[in-house]
T-cell receptor, first 110, second 111 residues
Framework: SQTIHQWPATLVQPVGSPLSLECTVE??????LYWYRQAAGRGLQLLFY??????ISSEVPQNLSASRPQDRQFILSSKKLLLSDSGFYLC?????????FGPGTRLTVT | DAKTTQPPSMDCAEGRAANLPCNHS???????VYWYRQIHSQGPQYIIH???NNETNEMASLIITEDRKSSTLILPHATLRDTAVYYC????????????FGGGTRLMVKP
């Protein structure tokens, strides 16, 4: 069966510190992968998507970046976090016709 | 993707049907209507989708008007666990499978 993992579940980081969030998918090959962010009380915003290894498209300009070093691994990074980077980060992949979302990482930048 | 309009919030009594409306008056002929829901502090969960015919699965029913400009998601017997934000999204299947989430409807199921 297809599963998606994200870690860590929660994270508290100071302003200016680096960030690395990891997402892995099991049970599927060459999936489309996505990173979304949800600010408190807001809807989901698509940040990045990838259709293959090394292929990253950015939807919103920001101080975040994404990488896909392996087929089923998607990483969200930042060199220096801002207060506005706080939020709920969700990774997703595409099934036959729907998207499956991971459990999310709640990031608080202090 | 076409824009959707949903009421920001709705209440429903436990055990009654919950009918969640969505307007998508600018929908194109090749765009599907998708419904997802997000329970607090979890990732969104796919519920159902359709093109022009009504659809039903184990979770819900989707009623799409003949002109396709609006639809209704029906939860036939709402439970407390159905309390969530429900998102209506229209998307063409050739749009890279990207989803554009709006504000959704916050459904509160009350005992």
């Amino acid at each position: 069966s297809q599963t998606i993992h994200q870690w860590p579940a929660t994270l508290v980081q100071p302003v200016g510190s680096p960030l690395s969030l990891e997402c892995t998918v099991e049970g599927t090959s060459n999936p489309n992968l996505y990173w979304y962010r949800q600010a408190a009380g807001r809807g989901l915003q698509l940040l990045f998507y990838s259709v293959g290894i090394g292929q990253i498209s950015s939807e919103v300009p920001q101080n975040l970046s994404a990488s896909r070093p392996q087929d089923r691994q998607f990483i969200l990074s930042s060199k220096k976090l801002l207060l506005s980077d706080s939020g709920f980060y969700l990774c997703a992949f595409t099934g036959a016709y729907e998207q499956y979302f991971g459990p999310g990482t709640r990031l608080t930048v202090t | 993707d076409a824009k959707t309009t949903q009421p920001p919030s709705m209440d429903c009594a436990e055990g009654r049907a919950a009918n969640l409306p969505c307007n998508h008056s600018t929908i194109s002929g090749n765009e599907y209507v998708y419904w997802y829901r997000q329970i607090h502090s979890q990732g969104p969960q796919y519920i159902i989708h359709g093109l022009k015919n009504n659809e039903t699965n184990e979770m819900a029913s989707l009623i799409i008007t003949e002109d396709r400009k609006s639809s209704t998601l029906i939860l036939p017997h709402a439970t407390l666990r159905d309390t969530a934000v429900y998102y209506c999204i229209v998307r063409a299947n050739n749009a890279g499978n990207m989803l554009t989430f709006g504000g959704g409807t916050r459904l509160m199921v009350k005992p």
